[in-house]
């Protein structure tokens, strides 16, 4: 089972025709293409009850701020209206979807994570104050470290203070187990892969 990790203050409701997609990076009607190093993530959802075998058709959300470390479609960071780097699909009969991104910034007080929510027969809800259902995906220390320190744009921001050990949901709420595989290189971009074990582990 995967452990839950919190919701956090930037879910917002997806029910806008569009939001069902592959590639997130840019608004639904293609503009604000946001700049960053390409990221294919590739989630598998699996049934922990069921021997993991594949879950079909469970709706997987994800959302995470962009290079600068900033939300779409928030108020308090002038960019109401705004749906880049929010999306969702439905797993297919290998339990997985692909999302096409770019690997996000960090702001104060978090590590460098995207987050990510199942709706499935275990856990169906939307409401942003249930968190049952969610959990957050993190990334190499040693990869993050590395961007901020010389690749552009993330080096506009400089190293985070906040490590996926002193953060709070790296280390409390997913004890360090929602790390993702990663591969590529800073020219040509990353590759990621996470597993979601259903139901999540609250």
Request: glycine content about 10%.
């Amino acid at each position: 089972m995967t452990p839950e990790g919190e919701i956090g203050p930037y879910f917002t409701d997806d029910s806008a025709a569009g939001y069902n997609r592959s590639n997130i990076v840019a608004n639904l009607d293609g503009t604000q293409v946001q700049v960053g190093l390409a990221l294919t993530l590739t989630v598998t959802v699996v049934d922990t009850e069921m021997g993991c075998a594949p879950y079909v058709g469970a709706q997987v959300d994800i959302w995470h701020c962009n290079a600068a470390g900033v939300y779409s479609n928030e108020a308090g960071e002038s960019t109401t209206g705004e749906s880049w780097l929010r999306g969702y699909q439905l797993t297919d009969a290998s339990g997985q979807v692909t999302f096409t991104t770019v690997i996000p910034g960090w702001y104060a007080g978090r590590t460098t994570h995207i987050h990510l929510r199942v709706r499935s027969s275990y856990s169906d809800v939307s409401s942003t104050s249930d968190g049952t259902n969610t959990t957050q995906l993190f990334f190499d220390q040693t990869l993050v470290d590395t961007l901020a320190t010389s690749v552009a744009p993330y080096s506009t921001e400089g190293t985070n203070p906040t490590t996926n050990a002193s953060d709070r949901v790296y280390a409390v709420q997913t004890m360090g187990e929602m790390l993702m595989t990663l591969s590529g290189d800073a020219t040509s971009g990353y590759t990621a892969k996470a597993t979601v074990g259903l139901p999540i582990k609250g």
